[in-house]
């Protein structure tokens, strides 16, 4: 059998996420159709971390097992010409058979972008926020990097039990919990290291760039969520102290709108 | 009454064109609900010209009269609340009563986009042409240069009578037939002036550049499908010359498809 390591990109907004559910359309159940009709198998691909409906990815990482002997250099195109247009492969290698997308991942990043105009362009409403309000975006800077170091992330995780036990039922979740899905449970690690924390303006927008070992689930939304309200006025980067040491989801702000979302790259 | 001016930017790619059909989604009957929902007035908006289905504007005018005393500062934000986020009004002025979006247009600007890598981004499969296929492109570029001035563009009008006779049955086509519908009749005059057209390379993209003082229906996408040719080596300079010269649509290169062109700009 073979190891195949695909790198992905995708735009989120016609899918319900990355995991496969019966009857809905999902980046990973549309992949596995793909492969199924390339290869005659009965294959699930492994992403690197679930992605929510709506987010989006410059560079997943997935990979799937196949005795195809399909040449490694046609890979990419017989896959680009299955797909959807929303769906594209960038790159496909062969991997070591040891090699998981999810538990060898090292770092991920991921973008958020906001849209600070009056007017959003149509071209960009499903990939950016539009959030044309006023913000204090250098305060906004300042507190990006409270966040960075070893952190219990707590407060900014999704509050979703039944999702967490249902995913503990289907997988084993690494030790590190690497995928925004995993380790919400009672008594699980939340324990992150974030190694870079920034906003960045570009040609009209307001974009945070967050790379780490791993995030979980909604971390990043919450995150800006929080963000936002340094931004307004009404928490300032001793007040996020508290909310990150409170390990409390109540504690922080809203979850920010999925459009926003992508992620980015994956490391190994 | 006043006479109000709007400058509009549309995704087309979810509507049917900008012309209204009943039970359809069109650019101009979804501003004509909106704009009665606000005014409690049946107002039909001219535009400067129609796009057909696919096609986005940077920069569509469009005029319609109303008795409503909504402040002039106050119209962008109504209208973009009402409007869906595929379009957005950029601009509102007061134009003068005799005003009119299609027949006092002096010049307009289109862009045709192409993406020439390999694999399309998901995030621009609606807004370019994705042709990664070998072009001489430099010999486009020198090609481009044969259309500019005055001449009889039939050989890139499109064919279709029917149409025509029923735009002529609705409206008065001004002397020169601004807009991309108009003057497609057997001895209609299909002599228009283009004042500059430029390829141009952005961001893996090779972009067509058109201005002109009015251009027939399907006349810049057809440009494009011949310019492919010039691209492709079956046509040089003076090929391009003689189509132009045959004034018969038979004789150039087919209609490019409607995802990659923008109407950006019109001028008055």
Redesign the interface.
């Known amino acids: 059998m073979r190891n195949l390591r695909l790198i992905l990109?995708?735009?989120g907004s016609e899918f319900v996420g990355w995991q496969v559910q019966p009857g809905l359309p999902t980046i990973q159940g549309t992949l596995s159709t793909v492969i199924g009709r390339l290869t005659g198998e009965n294959v699930l691909p492994q992403g690197s971390g679930r992605t929510d409906a709506g987010v989006?990815a410059l560079g997943q990482v997935t990979t799937f097992a196949t005795a195809s002997p399909i040449p490694i250099e046609n890979w990419?195109k017989v896959l680009?010409d299955g797909l959807p247009?929303?769906?594209?492969?960038?790159e496909v290698s062969e991997a070591p058979a040891d090699f998981h997308a999810r538990k060898s991942a090292k770092a991920k990043t991921y973008h958020y972008r906001i849209y600070r105009g009056d007017?959003?362009?149509?071209?960009l409403?499903?990939?950016v926020w539009h959030y044309p309000f006023p913000l204090n975006e250098s305060a906004m800077s300042q507190a990006a990097s409270v966040v960075v170091g070893e952190h219990d992330f707590t407060s900014f995780a999704a509050v979703d039990p039944d999702r967490v036990q249902r995913i503990a039922a289907e997988e084993t979740i690494s030790d590190r919990g690497h995928g925004e899905s995993s380790g919400k449970a009672d008594g699980a690690n939340n324990v992150r290291t974030v190694f870079s924390s920034e906003w960045t303006r570009k040609d009209g927008e307001f974009i945070y760039t967050v790379r780490g070992n791993g995030f979980l689930h909604h971390m990043v939304r919450n995150l800006v969520g929080t963000f936002l309200l340094v931004g307004k006025g009404s928490l300032d980067s001793e007040g996020l102290r508290k909310i990150l040491a409170a390990r409390n989801r109540s504690a922080a702000g809203a979850t920010a709108p999925a459009s926003g979302l992508y992620l980015v790259r994956v490391e190994y």
């Open positions: 990109s995708y735009d989006h990419r680009n247009a929303s769906i594209r492969v960038l007017v959003c362009p149509p071209f409403s499903r990939y």
